[in-house]
């Protein structure tokens, strides 16, 4: 070992002789305490390095673990959006007002009478979209139920399925009754 690390930074002048003996015998001495006594030295730089990397990779793993988990959210948000755009019923002539609950509040879209009898019935949907709402067949619907059940907003067929224990299942509602 004529051109150890030790010798180098003498050269370099990064080290005096006195650092670079005390050095060489403070590892000397380390040496010859593991041998004699066979205790193994603890090296606490080494210890807390490999503790640092150990922390390291398990927040890189939790970093990647969420990095996926936004990229899955995207990927059904994307879905979401296509299936609605591209089977959304057009709303433009709608005189009929209506009325659906989304959360707790009440909302008002208005469609023409025979969108508003399908709804009724529960061959059609309401999902929310962007800011607004749209109009979709309730099959559609249940491809958007699958993916992220928060976008479904009113679908009769599915709190008709709901209600099995509804008390008020015997009574018949009138045909003309709008709300």
Known sequence: ??????DQFLKA???SKTQLNKANKSKHKQQK??????IE????????ARQAAAEKVARDRELNRQKKEEDERKAVRAQVRQLVELNRLPRDDGETGYNFQDGKAIK????????HERLGRGLLAIVRFDDGYEVIPSVVAEKIKLRDESCIVSNAVTQLESGEDDPYADYQVPDDLMW
């Not at 305490?33 to 066979?38: A, I, L, T």
């Not at 030295?41 to 807390?48: F, G, I, Q, T, Y």
């Not at 008002?108 to 969108?115: A, L, T």
Request: charged fraction near 25%.
């Open 33 to 38: 305490q593991k041998n004699k006594q066979k």
């Open 108 to 115: 008002k879209i208005f469609v023409s009478e025979e969108v």
């Open 13 to 15: 002048g990064l080290v």
């Open 41 to 48: 030295v603890v090296d606490e730089a080494a210890v807390a």
């Open 1 to 6: 070992m004529a051109n150890s690390f030790g």
